[in-house]
């Protein structure tokens, strides 16, 4: 395998009397309409160091839906820049061929891309295209593999209770689900949903008990409005962060007690301060060594 992407797009940068006095860095987490994955981003991440250790002053286009705020293509004046890189994903359609059109004073080049069909007017607008697959371009090693990053975050199983009309006027559910969601949304972890609901025919779900302890098991905390998230989370020995989605408590309380697991949140108490309280406590030597005495493993 031709492991030299990087490497040939330094030299591309780098080539005598090519150097871009300017750069504007696009791919598919440009586009208002097109996706920003997480090998997109961590491709820019890696394009943006190789800029920098070439030397070249650039601006990224981020989608205003990915990050409301940055600079977007719409924004970008393209007399502003004598070169635009696209990054990762596919050379084709619309989108891409629109960036020829707009930047065309732009010296174009696309890195670490898919051609699918070399005649397609998204990859002929390109100046020069250095491709990590398709149509007889040697294989190449994806940018996104060793762009830089920083420490992995925790991995939080999420597990939601809804219904339960039993509880009558004392349901706190649809709020406490979207307050404690809300919060889950800025923190720097990875979401796992963690439905407690069996079933057999769906492969998005675990079919018995051991597949579901399986999976709570390989999480770092498990935040829970569910009775079973919160004993099966604490049966692996994993930190559980327990809300009672029931004003006054009800069998989440009453199992939290019997267990005598303190990270327990009342329906009436949530608020983010307290949610960060438990958060890191959960994630400490203390909450793990905690959870950890619970454990039935």
Known sequence: MDDD????????????????????????????????????????????????????????????????????????????????????????????????????????LAAGVSVVDPA??????????????????????????????????????????????????????????ERLTGWLAGKDCARVPADTRLDTDDWRLCATGEQFLALVSRFDVVVTTRLHGLVLGLRTGTPVIAVDPVAGGAKVTAQARAVGWPALVDADALSPSVLDHWWGWALSQEGRSAAARHSMG
């Open 120 to 177: 397609d007017p998204a990859v002929t607008g390109f100046h020069e295209v250095l491709a990590r697959d398709g149509a007889g371009a040697p294989a190449r090693l994806d940018l996104a593999v060793r762009a830089p990053v920083g420490p992995l975050p925790p991995v939080a199983g999420v597990a939601l209770s809804s219904g339960q009309g039993e509880y009558g006027a004392r349901r706190r559910h649809d709020e406490v689900n």
């Open 5 to 108: 992407l990087a490497a040939a797009l330094l030299r591309t940068l780098r080539s005598p009397g090519r150097l871009p006095g300017r750069l504007l860095l696009t791919g598919w987490f440009s586009f208002l309409h097109g996706e920003a994955t997480a090998g997109d981003v961590l491709a820019q991440r890696h394009a943006s160091e190789l800029l920098e250790r070439a030397g070249v002053p650039y601006d990224t286009a981020w989608s205003p839906g990915f990050r409301p705020g940055a600079l977007s293509l719409e924004a970008a004046r393209p007399e502003a820049y004598d070169t635009l890189l696209f990054v990762c994903g596919p050379v084709h359609g619309p989108q891409v061929a629109a960036l020829h059109a707009g930047f065309r004073t732009c010296r174009r």
